[in-house]
């Protein structure tokens, strides 16, 4: 079974400086990866996502994240953060039959301070 | 382009009462996904369905849930007899396709069970 690991379950870091939220996976095979990201009672929304294309993936709002097969993580960074940042991030591995049963970490809270 | 829709957003029950979940796909999308947030627990799948068959159900308690996506209309994810345990944040999403196509999700349905 896939699998993820969020390092940290609070990150916090000062507007305008970066972003660093860690995630390692473990899979069997070439994983699916994303980073979903939920605001407070809201839904989530997909920052980025990993499909064996290129290793460095660009996703909204400054977001990216590289994935490193030999230290099989995919960590999550932005050069700035901005008051809107805060929120819980998941990093997510796809699994199943069809690839479509999302497994989440247990999510990482960025706090952002003034 | 509405995305996915979830209704209600917020619902109360007694003990023993029976919870109906709706969830309205993103225009064109035939897969849908369940998953609940219970709290202190991060996301779990619950259940895959596509228009009239259910793909994946492993992630579905074998008792008093049952999830359903008819040919027309919304999918509906149905808890009978519902008991404190059941309060979470349910999210919905959606597919164009399967695989490792995006999975957009709703706002969710957060359920109290009282």
């Known amino acids: 079974a896939q699998s993820v690991t969020q390092l940290d379950s609070h990150v916090s870091v000062s507007e305008g400086t970066p972003v660093l939220l860690r995630c390692n996976y473990s899979s069997s095979y070439s994983p699916s990866l994303f980073w979903y990201v939920q605001h407070p009672n809201k839904g989530l929304q997909l920052l980025l996502k990993?499909?064996?294309?290129?290793?460095l993936v660009k996703g909204i709002n400054g977001f990216e994240a590289e994935f490193k097969k030999s230290e099989t993580s995919f960590h999550l960074t932005k050069p700035s953060a901005h008051m809107s940042d805060a929120a819980e991030y998941f990093c997510v591995v796809s699994e199943g039959e069809y690839g479509n049963k999302l497994v989440f970490g247990a999510g990482t809270i960025l706090r952002v301070k003034s | 382009n509405a995305g996915v829709m979830q209704n209600p957003r917020h619902l109360v029950r007694r003990r023993g009462q029976e919870a109906r979940l709706r969830c309205s796909p993103m225009k064109g999308h035939s897969h849908v996904y369940w998953y609940r947030q219970l709290p202190e627990e991060g996301l779990k799948f619950m259940v895959y369905l596509q228009k009239e068959n259910i793909i994946d159900e492993s992630g579905m308690p074998k008792e008093r849930f049952s999830a359903e996506f008819p040919k027309e209309g919304p999918s509906i994810l149905r808890i009978q007899q519902v008991v404190r345990g059941d309060s979470a944040a349910y999210f919905c999403a959606s597919s164009l396709r399967t695989g490792t196509d995006t999975q957009y999700f709703g706002p969710g349905t957060r359920l109290t069970v009282l």
């Open positions: 990993y499909t064996s294309a290129a290793t």
